[in-house]
Every structure is written in C-alpha cells, then in structure tokens.
C-alpha cells in the first residue's frame, strides 16, 4: 500500500518532467517555478521521511536548479502531535522510572512538536531544573526504515533505466537515510551538543544547553530549558532591549569559526533553532544534524575566497579539486568561462555591497551546470549564512552578510600561520609584485596582526614585497604632494610653474596621475587607521624602513652610474 501510495505521486511527478523535457519547457523558469512548488506538495503529503529528503535537496546546488532549491527550503517539520500519553509512557519505558519520581512537573501538552518528535517543559524533581525534554515520535524509526527501503529500490531503478540523471541516486538516498538517522539517536545528539558547548566554552556571546544523562535515552533527551526568543520574531527581540542585527553578526562570526576554525558546525540553522536570549547571547537547540568539514577544506575555502577577490577564475577552478566538488579527471577550463561571466558582474558590487545570495544563487546555477559533487558540509554551510542574511534584512535591508564576514576572513588570513593561508594573504595584497592599491582597508585591528607577520620570522617573502614597494610608495607620496601644491597655488602663478603647459607641469598620462594618487591615498589611509590603534608602535617600522631607505639609495646610485 505504501509503496504504491510512493510510487503513485513519485512517478506522476516525474512524468510531468519528462514531458516538460520533450515539449522544451524545461528550462524555462516559471514552469521550474511551478513544478517545484508542486514538488514541495508532494513531499509534505508522503511524510516525515521525505520532507527531509526535501529539505536535503534544497542544500545542494549541484543537484536542483536554482527555483528547486527555494521551494524546498521552505518545506516544515510538521505533524500532527502524537497522544500526550504515549509521549508520558515513552519516557517511563526508555527511563526506567515512572514519571512523578523524576519530574515534579510536567506540561501537559507539547511546547513544540516535528516530524520525528515533540517537546514538553517540564522540572526535575531532584533540583527543580527546569527542562525541556524531547521524546521521539512511536513508530518512526519503523517509518522511515521502510520508506527509504522503497526509494533505494527506485534509486536502483533510476541508476540503470534512466539516463538525464547523472548523479548515483542510490548513494543520495543513502546519505540521506544516514543524515535522518543520525537525527533518530537522541544520544548522539546529546554527545553532540556537548562537543559544541566545549568548542564554545571561551565564548561569552554563544549559550549551548547543558545535557542530563541521567534523564536521556535514544528516544527521549533532556537539557536544560533556555528562556529565548526566535531569531524571526524581531518585534519580541526589540522589546528585550536587543538588535536584530548584533545577534546575526554573532551568528555569522560563529557560523564562520564552526566551519573554518573547528571544523564541527551545526547543519541545521534555521530561526527555530536558535533562540536570543534576554542577556543578548545566541542560543543553539537540536543538535541532531552536525557535520564537519576536513581540515584541507578548512584552508582550501579561505583561498577560494582569496581567489574571488582577486578574480583569478582559473585558480577559483582549480580549488574544486581541493574542496573535492571535482574528480582528478575532469577538465576544469569550460567552468572557468562560466565563473567569470557571472563573478565579473557580482562582483563589480564592492565586498561591502555584495549580497551573499547573489553569489550563492549565481554559484548554483555554474554548479548545476557542470559535473559537480556538494560535500553536504559546504552546502550546509552556505545556507545557514544565507538563512542569517535573510533575517538580518527584515531589519535593515541594506545588510550584507559578505561585509560582515570580511573582518573575520581579514583576521584569519592575518594570523593563522599555515603556509598555504600565508602565501594567500600576499596573493590578496599584491599582484605582479605591485601592492594592490583597491583593497578596502576597513578595520585598524586588522593591520596588527599584518605588521607582526611583516617583522615576524615568517615574513620574509612579504618584506620583499614591501620594500620593494618603497620606492614606488615614496614617489606617490612625493609627486601627491607636489600635485597638492600645485593645486593649492594661485592661478596666476599656475602658467610659471608649467611652463604655458595646459596640461600642468607633470609630464604624465591622466592615468598614471591617477593610479599614483590612488596609492598614496591607500597608504596614507592604511597610516592613519595605524596611527588610530592605541597598540601601536611606530619604532616597529624601523626595520622595514631603514631597508626601504637602503634601497631607494642603492636604485638612484646605479641609475646616475
């Protein structure tokens, strides 16, 4: 009967595609738009398992067109609550006690309720903690079992009869099924929550709940009850006395430390997980679905980054070797055209204008065209910033989320010593040997860190540069001056100084004029955000300076020998 009920609405669906295919309406975004509103029903109607296969699709660019994947993002945990007292005896079953020796109260009706279970309140008897304890839905590990057991079936089918699907269906379906499993181990999501609060045991901004073992088994978790309001709810979050946005500057600075520092990040991030509290921290809840990210990857996003900005699209192609988007064999040249058709457009935004799902709507439609792999971990990744950008517009529609993590990829770029992340920070600051001038120095703590490395043992491929820059930086100082002052003089003094030349008393193109100007403004600004910084200390640039003087003499002695 299931089966049939599965592959009734399965197959109507995806006779409607191949139709779609044959009349040359596939491509067409309104009739992709309809069908995945269409897909999105379907899936609510089959049940638990597949709103979260829905809800699996909807992270992975490389399988669903761009329309596909907003649909399906909004697919909801919901179902019906199951009868309060099979809830109360699960607990009495799995805990080995009856409820009144281990609650001294209880609600009497879930506080939240989803597909695999639902939440009551409640308070330990033995210290009157307040809790909140999740208990597991009867029947669903059965449901679940069986309803995967049918789409492996049909994934097998789809593998050997159905060619315009490129992606193996069978290992899809069992990453899927190993992904809601994962969820269906409320141990494993207690061993999960306590890994993240020990990552975030330094960090004052962030609260993860506290775990009772001795009130947790696979179908039932208990942890501590945290007072909050939904990240959504901004009229509640304003009422607290807090801001919508400093709360998602905080999930962002955390997202990026979860995927780029620890490696261990939180998969599912979505409003109902994470809760503002009324001392302005951020809370995580349900910790059922964790990934992490291997530590080759960790690096290889930061220089994929790097590459960007920079708009070096053949390096961008090269890094989906590294991110392992890409096998050995295949031929990264046609994507490189690809890229650069769409980040030339993107990114001519500054880094503080550019929206983060621009890039992340435009990557996947690049994604979607070629062979293309997601680790769910990158995938999951992007749409939990998309997720926090998407709050922080409700209250300022100017927010982006890419100017808010580019102190955090600054820092990280500044100080971590991995040799890969070093030659990185001088790909991002010079290119051709020549510093590049149109960065956006935006944070004065940032350069700290710079001149440590700049004086550091570490350094010394970047002093090079730099002295080698002397010379180029101290002849736009001085010819901006000299422009300055020649601005400054009266106009009748002006035809004296240039000789009756219209054009002034520079022999230079407009261009170069300019470019030499902009440097100095550059330097001139990058001095200032130094001088500003309560830490720092002149005497530092000594070193770097008497070398730079040094050279500037060596040059001008062989240019008169």
């Keep these: 009967m299931r089966a049939a009920e599965v592959l009734s609405k399965l197959g109507a669906f995806g006779l409607k595609l191949l139709l779609d295919q044959q009349r040359g309406e596939s491509s067409s975004s309104a009739k992709r738009r309809a069908r995945a509103v269409e897909l999105r029903t379907v899936l609510t109607r089959l049940g638990p398992t597949f709103v979260k296969i829905g809800q699996g699709l909807s992270t992975r660019p490389d399988l669903c067109p761009t329309e596909y994947l907003e649909e399906l993002s909004e697919l909801q945990d919901s179902l019906p609550t199951f009868p309060d007292e099979e809830a109360f005896a699960c607990i009495e079953r799995e805990l080995g006690f009856p409820l009144d020796s281990m609650y001294s109260a209880m609600s009497p009706s879930p506080i939240a309720a989803a597909s695999l279970g639902q939440v009551y309140k409640a308070r330990l008897k033995y210290s009157e903690q307040l809790v909140a304890v999740k208990v597991q839905r009867p029947g669903i590990e059965n449901t679940i079992g069986r309803d995967f057991y049918l789409l492996r079936g049909l994934g097998f089918l789809i593998n050997k009869y159905v060619d315009i699907i490129t992606t193996d269906a069978v290992a899809l379906i069992d990453e899927f099924a190993r992904r809601v499993f994962q969820e269906l181990n409320y141990v494993q999501e207690g061993q999960n929550a306590r890994r993240f609060k020990k990552l975030y045991a330094d960090k004052q901004d962030i609260l993860v709940p506290d775990i009772f073992w001795d009130y947790t088994s696979a179908k039932v978790l208990t942890m501590e009850w945290i007072e909050g309001v939904k990240l959504n709810q901004q009229a509640a979050i304003e009422g607290q006395g807090l801001k919508v946005l400093d709360l998602v500057n905080i999930g962002i600075q955390c997202s990026l430390r979860q995927l780029l520092e620890y490696g261990y990040f939180h998969a599912d991030p979505h409003p109902g997980n994470i809760l503002a509290t009324p001392e302005g921290k951020l809370a995580f809840l349900d910790f059922g679905m964790m990934s992490e990210t291997p530590e080759d990857a960790r690096v290889a996003i930061i220089g994929h980054v790097v590459h960007m900005v920079n708009r070096d699209y053949e390096a961008m192609a090269r890094d989906y070797y590294a991110l392992d988007f890409l096998k050995p064999e295949v ?231």
């Design 331 to 561: 031929d990264v040249s046609p994507i490189v055209p690809a890229l650069k058709n769409f980040f030339d457009d993107a990114l001519d935004s500054t880094v503080s204008e550019l929206n983060f799902k621009t890039i992340v709507d435009g990557l996947g439609a690049v994604l979607y065209q070629y062979p293309f792999n997601v680790p769910a971990y990158y995938a999951l990744i992007l749409r939990s910033l998309t997720v926090l950008e998407g709050l922080a517009l409700y209250a300022d529609p100017n927010f982006k989320v890419l100017a808010a993590s580019y102190p955090y990829f600054a820092k990280r770029l500044l100080t971590d010593p991995n040799p890969y992340l070093r030659d990185a920070l001088i790909e991002l600051l010079f290119k051709d040997e020549k510093f590049r001038q149109d960065r956006e120095f935006v944070a004065k703590d940032a350069l700290q860190p710079v001149l440590k490395l700049l004086l550091g043992p570490d350094g010394e491929n970047l002093r090079v540069l730099v002295v080698k820059e002397a010379v180029r930086v101290t002849e736009a100082i001085t010819f901006g001056t000299l422009i300055d002052s020649y601005n400054a003089a009266p106009e009748f003094l002006k035809p004296l100084i240039s000789n009756g030349n219209p054009a002034g008393p520079f022999k230079i193109s407009d261009v170069e004029r300019e470019q030499m100007l902009e440097l100095r403004d550059t330097v001139l600004r990058i001095w200032g955000l130094l001088r500003s910084s309560d830490t720092f200390d002149p005497s530092l640039l000594q070193p770097i300076v008497q070398s730079a003087t040094h050279s500037i003499f060596y040059i001008s002695g062989a240019t008169r020998a």
